[in-house]
């Protein structure tokens, strides 16, 4: 062989190694970037799995606030149900009273009043409800404008004659109280008792007062005496018998 042949041999030996060199660089990049892909690889697998994981505890929350919430609702609607009962309950007793009831606010202003207390003033409750206390009454029994502490509510009773719109007099007694809540006033209650009729037989006339003729019983004529009975003896036997009947319920 000639220098150039050697030359040209020793030439591509050294491209062969370069080459080799060449490729072994880029198979260890390449394993390089094997195990990178590999560690990202597991590290999504992991992270996907602690988000499934995640998810999957979140479900199970949601699951066990909307079984919470759905056991609030219930409890909530037996609450509404038993607090409707309620309501109901002392509305029914609030109607059936005979002492009239007129609730208000701390201004005197009439917010409720039960059938009894219509009845008493001969008024409908749409007339009635917002009206003030005092000109329903005819009395001064509270001031509205007054600032009322804890504890100073004015209280008090009063027996007045009430005049309705058809011309009826009634004796009435008023009791105000004050009505309270959470340690607070709230308005105030005013219950009212009907005593026209005490008071009429407070008037009745007394023992040995004169009657007028209509009012005397047993009625007489002053012009015919009433004849007496006959005596049973001279009744037929027929009518004695039966009389016996009747008296022992045959």
């Not at 606030?65 to 759905?70: D, H, R, T």
């Not at 009635?128 to 004015?154: H, R, S, T």
């Not at 009907?194 to 008037?203: G, P, Q, Y």
């Amino acid at each position: 062989m000639n220098n150039e042949a050697l030359q040209t041999v020793d030439s591509h030996s050294d491209d062969s190694k370069s080459l080799r060199a060449r490729i072994t660089a880029l198979e260890m990049e390449l394993e390089q970037k094997n195990v990178l892909l590999e560690q990202g690889f597991a590290a999504f697998t992991d992270a996907a799995e602690k988000l499934r994981e995640s998810h999957k505890n979140l479900q199970g929350q949601v699951a066990d606030l909307n079984l919470e919430l759905e056991e609030k609702n219930q409890e909530l609607e037996r609450n509404l149900e038993e607090r409707e009962k309620v309501k109901t309950y002392l509305s029914n007793i609030f109607e059936s009273l005979h002492v009239g009831v007129f609730v208000t606010d701390l201004h005197g202003v009439i917010t409720s009043v039960n059938q009894a207390g219509l009845k008493m003033v001969g008024q409908a409750a749409d007339a009635l409800v917002g009206q003030g206390i005092n000109e329903v009454m005819g009395e001064e029994l509270l001031d509205p404008y007054a600032e009322v502490e804890e504890g100073d509510e004015p209280t008090g009773t009063w027996a007045i004659s009430y005049e309705r719109g058809d011309g009826d007099v009634l004796r009435l007694n008023l009791s105000l109280t004050p009505m309270t809540g959470d340690g607070r006033a709230l308005g105030y209650i005013l219950n009212v008792q009907d005593v026209t009729r005490c008071a009429n037989w407070k008037n009745r006339p007394s023992a040995g007062t004169a009657l007028p003729p209509w009012a005397k019983w047993p009625p007489t004529s002053p012009t015919k005496s009433a004849t007496p009975l006959a005596p049973s003896s001279s009744l037929p036997r027929w009518s004695k018998r039966g009389w016996m009947r009747r008296m022992n319920g045959w």
